[in-house]
């Protein structure tokens, strides 16, 4: 237990450590989201914030929106509040070849007679705009476009972007007014789909379309854990000139000096000619792939802020900048084959295999063709020569055929249908209605999908079983040597060795993997079980809070979401898996094979609270809200988030909120204040 946080801070001043504790945390941020620059490790840092943390929960009163604790969410948002711009959010005009752009510089040219002008170039980040406001320099609002006059506040969920300022260095401007745009950077967009796959979940197709949906999350807690980047293009004008800065480049230099994360070196060019624009340009469609976050054009402005005034705005948007945007990147090549996978919930997903042709850079041999919606739409055929396109997407997509191609597929080459069966185990399809995907419902034996659970349940974040891959688990399924992932515990030698490419060794290499997984923790188990929607995170939390694989089977849809960070559709699908008698005889037999089937939970001390459902609410004097928690699971009890009449303690601290306290009241549930607990589990002096 540790309560020595706080007592070692009796005598000392909480505010001045408070105070520091945030001041350096947001410099190691800085240093680490906006230079990439870090001084510290990241458990060092780590280690502040929860020092941090623990200061805050016994110290309510010193409570700041802006403190680095609050990057981590947790505020939970019904609807999002709509507020106007103090000034219109306009798009800029698009232009897509040089021609477009002379045009353009002409017209500027024209407006601003004699004068010398510079353009200011500028990547035009994939993302979504947002608009920041500043108060006493921290962040009060963050506006999305919304129909540009109106925008809906996403704060709390913006807050979470490690790369934003919640609080601005010293000289900023008060108030201060600032755009930019949110985006979704590759690797943590790559990350996220891995995670989906591993769930069993569809994946996001692109990054800025997610970027978009994870700020109207109403869980911030969620958008925390999407590596979201904010990137500071725009400063109102007339705040910058009111410092003396005369343009658009000086401006975004002083911005990078507030503490903002903004384009630096060729990113911010400033030319002269539209010559210079178009090497950019050319720049830059090369440069693109190398850019760890997607962006679709450059942006150019008339970089003098009296020039920009002069020139004025259209109805629709600024004279003085225009967008150029790349074209999406498309190649012709040849339709080989289209290939139905199914997968272990049994989706059904085809994909294209194509003559090896090079895009962006890359060498596609393969394509997304979606649903049989699509299929029909192109009306496909074997052979037929396709045009693949990738934009903001991972995988590319065939968006058309090309019929005009010498080479195009014979009237007598096999169109592409979308098949009415598994291809795998000839069950009937179904297709869910509202859905796109087409299912095969077989999923007790259609061999894909118990090859799919198998690979899922072996996999590296799951059971890890050494000595055993894909091939094997292929080759195992067609021997008729496993059905399900209990199957693999009844394996035997005498079985295997038979089976070709199956030596002694890779026979005992197997088995030992097997053996060693009995030790996985149950946590992983649960994920590697592939229930839907139950993905690596989540099964951490439905281990930890029910503890018992037990449990689980009388866990009601209630019960699951009065859990932490437990919704409805996880709950369902956990609640409806363990109905299944299919699923629930081959837990059994995972039981009887001896895997864990309960989370070792830390330092296990006592059993005060055994039987106890407990909520956990308000603040504390000697711990923080998290070692109460885990006072309460360490001592027998059972955590849920909210109060309902399954509940039969509240563990209530200072300031809880006032809804709770009614609904506890009203059930009459019992109210433990700290002092009383401590005393309770023997913890008090
Ligand atoms: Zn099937």
């Known amino acids: 237990m540790c309560w020595r946080s706080v007592r070692y801070l009796e005598g000392m001043d909480a505010r001045a450590r408070i105070d520091q504790l945030r001041e350096e945390l947001r410099a190691h941020n800085h240093r680490y989201y906006v230079l990439a620059e870090p001084s510290i490790s990241d458990k060092e840092f780590d280690v502040l914030l929860k020092e941090l943390a623990d200061l805050e929960a016994a110290h309510p009163e010193f409570d700041d929106q802006s403190s680095p604790t609050r990057r981590v969410g947790g505020d939970l948002t019904d609807k999002f509040e709509k507020v106007a711009h103090r000034s219109p959010m306009l798009s800029l005009s698009n232009s897509y070849n040089a021609e477009e752009v002379a045009q353009w510089a002409e017209r500027v040219q024209a407006g601003l007679p004699d004068e010398a002008v510079e353009f200011a170039l500028e990547l035009k980040y994939d993302g979504v705009a947002i608009a920041l406001w500043y108060e006493g320099g921290a962040l009060v609002r963050a506006l999305t476009r919304g129909d540009g006059a109106t925008g809906e506040d996403v704060r709390t969920n913006v807050a979470t972007i490690r790369s934003l300022p919640l609080k601005l260095n010293d000289g900023a401007p008060d108030p201060l007014e600032i755009r930019g745009e949110i985006f979704f950077p590759w690797p943590g967009f790559e990350a996220l789909n891995e995670s989906r796959r591993e769930a069993g979940e569809p994946e996001f197709a692109n990054p800025r379309n997610t ?72 720049h830059w469609e090369r440069a693109r792939h190398d850019l760890d976050f997607a962006i679709d054009g450059l942006v150019v402005k008339v970089n003098r802020y009296d020039q920009q005034r002069r020139l004025g705005m259209t109805a629709k948007s600024p004279r003085w900048a225009i967008a150029y945007k790349f074209e999406t990147e498309q190649a012709t090549t040849k339709l080989k084959s289209v290939e139905f996978q199914v997968g272990r919930t049994g989706a059904v997903t085809p994909v294209a295999y194509l003559e090896e042709v090079l895009l962006c850079g890359t060498k596609v041999k393969r394509a997304s063709l979606h649903n049989a919606d699509q299929i029909a739409k192109l009306g496909l055929r074997e052979g037929d020569m396709v045009v693949v396109e990738k934009g903001g997407e991972i995988i590319p997509k065939i968006v058309g055929v090309d019929a005009s191609s010498a080479s195009a597929a014979d009237l007598f080459s096999p169109s592409i249908d979308f098949p009415s069966t598994c291809p795998e185990c000839d069950t009937g399809l179904v297709r869910k209605e509202g859905e796109a995907q087409h299912y095969c419902p077989n999923n007790a034996t259609c061999p894909a999908q118990v ?33 399900d992932v209990a199957d693999l515990y009844s394996l035997r030698a005498e079985e295997l060795l038979p089976l070709e490419r199956m030596a002694q060794k890779s026979v005992d290499n197997l088995l030992a993997g097997l053996q060693k997984s009995k030790s996985v923790p149950f946590e992983r188990v649960l994920f590697g079980l592939g229930i839907r929607h139950v993905g690596e995170t989540v099964a951490k939390h439905l281990a930890r809070s029910l503890v018992r694989l037990e449990a689980f089977k009388t866990a009601t849809v209630e019960e699951l979401m009065a859990l932490e960070e437990i919704g409805p559709i996880v709950a369902e699908s956990v609640v409806d898996q363990f109905l299944d008698e299919t699923f629930l005889a081959m837990l059994d037999r995972l039981v009887a094979a001896g895997l864990q089937t309960e989370a070792v939970i830390q330092e296990p001390v006592g059993n005060a609270l055994e039987g106890e459902v407990v909520v956990v609410s308000g603040v504390f004097e000697t711990m923080s809200r998290d070692e109460a928690k885990a006072a309460v699971t360490n001592h027998g009890g059972r955590l849920v988030g909210s109060i309902s009449s399954k509940t039969t303690l509240v563990l209530a601290g200072e300031n809880m909120g006032p809804s709770k306290l009614q609904k506890a009241e009203k059930l009459g549930i019992p109210l433990v204040d700290e002092k009383t607990f401590l005393a309770r589990l023997g913890l008090s002096e």
Request: aromatic fraction near 4%; charge should be positive.
């Open 211 to 282: 970027a978009a949906g994870t700020l109207k999350l109403q869980d911030s807690s969620v958008v925390a854990t999407r590596p979201l980047d904010c990137m500071i293009y725009n400063v109102d004008a007339e705040t910058m000139r009111a410092l003396g800065v005369t343009s658009h480049s000086e401006a975004v230099r002083k911005a990078a000096e507030w503490g903002f994360k903004t384009p630096q070196g060729r990113a911010l060019d400033v030319v002269k000619s539209v010559d210079e624009i178009m090497a950019a340009v050319a």
């Open 451 to 483: 090859r799919g659970r198998i690979n899922h349940f072996i996999s590296r974040k799951a059971m890890n079983v050494d000595g055993l891959g894909k091939e094997t688990v292929t080759q195992l399924v067609e021997a008729g040597l496993i059905r």
